[in-house]
Each structure stands twice: as structure tokens, then as C-alpha cells.
């Protein structure tokens, strides 16, 4: 635990500059708990190690003792549990193999593809490796789901985690390990038929209330074009030509950098955001204050969904990322916990499980100010 300090001799210009961030972290002082023993559970290292959890070596993946600890702390009320970021499946996943309903929903169709694969029951056959140059051929021959599933493992392990392909196909041993993990895991049969469905976390293919908690991980607000990670077996998994899906790839990086859509919300948004907004166009960043501003617009029809699925009383987790762009200090976890206030949650508690980087910044009389990666933990007010 550490405590948070409080610094003096601030120069009222910059005070200025940064009061609404500055008003924010006082709102919530007395709610942000620092405790690095969840850092090892907001990332996915976890993960790797762990049966069913392992296919997908996946840069933004949560832990699976994450979500153990939503089952046995969070305080559900009755319903399914839904994860609207499902991403690699960790909630989904872990909730089958514990037994509880839930649903997650993924924009990416081939991470709720290889999500939902967990459930199959029946294992690869044992496989005879076609030549290198062959084994795209090879997976669109494939009819067999528990066979295609080993295929995307075997490919997604030969990206690094920043997207980089480390060979141009899977060399046969990635494959013949992916055909004994996959078989190892299938042989472990789940307790429910979870689903994973591609769909919008701001519009959530769930009827209103049918929910008893969520737990989630939005991506993180970053100019890292995460589409990297997964167009390979995108592109696999669509049968699309690699050629084609480099140049999705580029479409993506551009769309996030260059011409975001524009936001018509932006009057709802929190003061801080404004404030983060001003510093960015005045420095002359308009497309970094473009992909802040869609962000949070983005963030907030999320929130007023998750509210619209959720019982009264349910938990919600949100597991969030701060960032620093361009000099400009975002408390993205503080931004969500306000926005999340104004629709209607309350919040329970804010979980501080790491510093994204180092720093000795001074945010008006607060110091040693740098992004944070926390658990906002939210509920929805009871009814009376
Ligand atoms: C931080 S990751 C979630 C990781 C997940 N907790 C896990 O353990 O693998 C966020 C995911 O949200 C997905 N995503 C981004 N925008 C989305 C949207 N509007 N609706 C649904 N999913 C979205 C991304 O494709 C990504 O897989």
C-alpha cells in the first residue's frame, strides 16, 4: 500500500490548466484503494499458464483469478454474467468451466470463434503436416472445428505481442504443440455452453436487466493499433487473402489516427475531458483530441448500456487504463467512474493495480502523478 502525496508551491497558471483533473482525483481519494496484489490479475500472464485460458497468447487478455475473484467478492445478484469486451473469452471461459451463465460479446469474430471453440467436445484428429507453404490451403480444406481451432492457435503463435510475425507460416512444432494442447483441453469438458457473440458493446445484443453482474476490460484509450495482434488469424479465419488483410490492417491505423467519426455527445462528457481536449488542440494534436474525445464519447454509451442490462443491485467491473498523450495526463479511470456516476452507477470502490509507467508529475498540488491501470468497481443502485 502506498499513500498519495500532496505537493505545494504550484504556480496558478498551471493549476489552472489542470483543475478539473486535479478537482477529480480530490472526488475521489477516499474511494481509490492502492494494491499492487491485483497487478498480477489485469494481466494476462496468468493466462498462460492456465488450461483453456492458453490458445490464445493475447496482449490485452485479463487473468482467469480475475474472475474467480468477481465470482467469490463482487456480491452478484441473480442473472447471467456478461463481459461486452470479451476479447480472447477469459470471463466466459472461466465462468463455464465454474459453472455460471455467462455471455460475452466481441467485435472481432474470430476471438469469439476460437472462444466459443472451448466448448467443443470432440479433439483434433492427429495431425499429418502439409508443407510450410501450405497450410493456409490446409485450413480452408479443414471442415472439422476442433482441427480449424488448432490451426489459429498454431498461427496466432507466430505473432509477437506487438503484431510483428516472427515466421511466415507455423513451422510444424508450433502446430504438433498446438494439436496437444488443444486435445489436453478439450479432454477437460466445461460445465455450461457459455457463448461468445460478435456484436457492439454500445449496443448490446441482451435484453434490459438480464444481467447480475459484468465484469470487463475495454480497450485501453492508445494510439497502439491493436488490430495488429489479430489479423492474422482474422484473415485466416475469413478465408480472406493475407495480402488483403494487411491493407484492412493500414485502413484500421488510419481510421484510428486520422479520420475518427465525430462524436456528437461531447457536452456530456466530463469537465476533465474538456480540459484534457483544450490541451491537445491548443498544442496543435487535433487527431490525438479526436481519438480522446471518441474514447470517452464511446465509454459513455457503454456505460448507459451496461445499465440497461444490469439488475439492481449487480456488480460491475471495469478494469481501465489511463494514458499520458502527448504530455497530457489522462485519468481514464477516473473519467469512467465520474461518467459512470452521472448515468446512474455508484461507485463501490476503485482499485489502483498498477502504474502504467513511472513519473514524478505534479497535477496541481498532487505529485507523483502517472497513468494508473485500475479495477473501477461499480454497482447499480437498488431499488426502492
Ligand atoms: C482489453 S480487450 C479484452 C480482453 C479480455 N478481457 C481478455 O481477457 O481477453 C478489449 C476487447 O474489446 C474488443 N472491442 C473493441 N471495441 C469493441 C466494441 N465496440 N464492442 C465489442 N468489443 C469491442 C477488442 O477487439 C478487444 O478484443
Same mark, same amino acid.
Not at 496466432?156 to 512444432?173: L, N
Not at 484509450?221 to 484473415?235: G, K, M, Q
Given at each position: 500500500?502506498?499513500?498519495?502525496?500532496?505537493?505545494?508551491?504550484?504556480?496558478?497558471?498551471?493549476?489552472?490548466?489542470?483543475?478539473?483533473?486535479?478537482?477529480?482525483?480530490?472526488?475521489?481519494?477516499?474511494?481509490?484503494?492502492?494494491?499492487?496484489?491485483?497487478?498480477?490479475?489485469?494481466?494476462?500472464?496468468?493466462?498462460?499458464?492456465?488450461?483453456?485460458?492458453?490458445?490464445?497468447?493475447?496482449?490485452?487478455?485479463?487473468?482467469?483469478?480475475?474472475?474467480?475473484?468477481?465470482?467469490?467478492?463482487?456480491?452478484?445478484?441473480?442473472?447471467?454474467?456478461?463481459?461486452?469486451?470479451?476479447?480472447?473469452?477469459?470471463?466466459?471461459?472461466?465462468?463455464?468451466?465454474?459453472?455460471?451463465?455467462?455471455?460475452? =460479446?466481441? &467485435?472481432?469474430?474470430?476471438?469469439?470463434?476460437?472462444?466459443? $471453440?472451448?466448448?467443443?467436445?470432440?479433439? @483434433? *484428429?492427429? #495431425?499429418?503436416?502439409?508443407?510450410?507453404?501450405?497450410?493456409?490451403?490446409?485450413?480452408?480444406?479443414?471442415?472439422?472445428?476442433?482441427?480449424?481451432?488448432?490451426?489459429?492457435?498454431?498461427?496466432?503463435?507466430?505473432?509477437?505481442?506487438?503484431?510483428?510475425?516472427?515466421?511466415?507460416?507455423?513451422?510444424?512444432?508450433?502446430?504438433?504443440?498446438?494439436?496437444?494442447?488443444?486435445?489436453?483441453?478439450?479432454?477437460?469438458?466445461?460445465?455450461?455452453?457459455?457463448?461468445?457473440?460478435?456484436?457492439?458493446?454500445?449496443?448490446?445484443?441482451?435484453?434490459?436487466?438480464?444481467?447480475?453482474?459484468?465484469?470487463?476490460?475495454?480497450?485501453?484509450?492508445?494510439?497502439?493499433?491493436?488490430?495488429?495482434?489479430?489479423?492474422?488469424?482474422?484473415?485466416?479465419?475469413?478465408?480472406?487473402?493475407?495480402?488483403?488483410?494487411?491493407?484492412?490492417?493500414? =485502413?484500421? &491505423?488510419?481510421?484510428?489516427?486520422?479520420?475518427?467519426?465525430? $462524436?456528437?455527445?461531447?457536452?456530456?462528457? @466530463? *469537465?476533465? #475531458?474538456?480540459?484534457?481536449?483544450?490541451?491537445?488542440?491548443?498544442?496543435?494534436?487535433?487527431?490525438?483530441?479526436?481519438?480522446?474525445?471518441?474514447?470517452?464519447?464511446?465509454?459513455?454509451?457503454?456505460?448507459?448500456?451496461?445499465?440497461?442490462?444490469?439488475?439492481?443491485?449487480?456488480?460491475?467491473?471495469?478494469?481501465?487504463?489511463?494514458?499520458?498523450?502527448?504530455?497530457?495526463?489522462?485519468?481514464?479511470?477516473?473519467?469512467?467512474?465520474?461518467?459512470?456516476?452521472?448515468?446512474?452507477?455508484?461507485?463501490?470502490?476503485?482499485?489502483?493495480?498498477?502504474?502504467?509507467?513511472?513519473?514524478?508529475?505534479?497535477?496541481?498540488?498532487?505529485?507523483?502523478?502517472?497513468?494508473?491501470?485500475?479495477?473501477?468497481?461499480?454497482?447499480?443502485?437498488?431499488?426502492?
Amino acid at each position: 500500500m502506498q499513500e498519495r502525496k500532496w505537493g505545494k508551491n504550484v504556480r496558478i497558471d498551471q493549476r489552472r490548466r489542470v483543475a478539473a483533473r486535479e478537482a477529480l482525483e480530490h472526488e475521489f481519494d477516499e474511494l481509490v484503494l492502492i494494491d499492487d496484489a491485483w497487478e498480477t490479475l489485469v494481466t494476462g500472464e496468468g493466462a498462460r499458464a492456465e488450461p483453456l485460458h492458453r490458445w490464445l497468447p493475447y496482449r490485452q487478455q485479463f487473468s482467469p483469478e480475475l474472475v474467480r475473484k468477481f465470482f467469490a467478492d463482487a456480491g452478484l445478484v441473480p442473472g447471467i454474467v456478461v463481459d461486452p469486451f470479451s476479447g480472447s473469452g477469459t470471463t466466459v471461459i472461466e465462468a463455464a468451466r465454474l459453472g455460471q451463465a455467462a455471455v460475452g =460479446t466481441e &467485435a472481432l469474430p474470430v476471438l469469439g470463434w476460437l472462444a466459443n $471453440a472451448r466448448g467443443l467436445r470432440e479433439a @483434433p *484428429e492427429p #495431425v499429418t503436416p502439409p508443407e510450410p507453404e501450405n497450410w493456409r490451403s490446409w485450413w480452408v480444406s479443414q471442415s472439422h472445428p476442433a482441427q480449424k481451432a488448432m490451426i489459429l492457435c498454431a498461427a496466432a503463435r507466430t505473432v509477437t505481442g506487438e503484431g510483428k510475425r516472427k515466421v511466415a507460416a507455423p513451422p510444424w512444432e508450433l502446430i504438433r504443440d498446438a494439436h496437444i494442447m488443444v486435445a489436453e483441453d478439450l479432454a477437460r469438458p466445461l460445465k455450461r455452453p457459455n457463448r461468445v457473440v460478435t456484436g457492439d458493446a454500445r449496443r448490446m445484443p441482451l435484453a434490459d436487466r438480464i444481467a447480475g453482474g459484468m465484469v470487463t476490460s475495454p480497450p485501453y484509450l492508445s494510439r497502439y493499433d491493436y488490430t495488429r495482434v489479430t489479423s492474422f488469424i482474422e484473415a485466416l479465419h475469413r478465408n480472406t487473402p493475407l495480402e488483403e488483410s494487411r491493407k484492412v490492417q493500414v =485502413t484500421a &491505423a488510419v481510421k484510428q489516427g486520422i479520420k475518427p467519426p465525430k $462524436a456528437t455527445d461531447t457536452h456530456l462528457l @466530463p *469537465e476533465a #475531458v474538456h480540459e484534457i481536449l483544450r490541451g491537445l488542440e491548443g498544442a496543435g494534436h487535433r487527431a490525438d483530441a479526436a481519438i480522446v474525445r471518441n474514447y470517452f464519447s464511446d465509454m459513455r454509451k457503454v456505460l448507459v448500456e451496461s445499465l440497461r442490462v444490469l439488475r439492481p443491485g449487480a456488480p460491475a467491473w471495469f478494469v481501465i487504463g489511463g494514458a499520458d498523450i502527448e504530455h497530457e495526463y489522462i485519468p481514464s479511470d477516473l473519467i469512467c467512474a465520474a461518467m459512470g456516476r452521472d448515468v446512474g452507477f455508484t461507485v463501490d470502490g476503485i482499485i489502483e493495480a498498477r502504474r502504467l509507467r513511472l513519473g514524478q508529475r505534479q497535477l496541481g498540488f498532487l505529485t507523483g502523478i502517472s497513468p494508473r491501470e485500475s479495477i473501477v468497481r461499480f454497482r447499480v443502485p437498488d431499488e426502492d
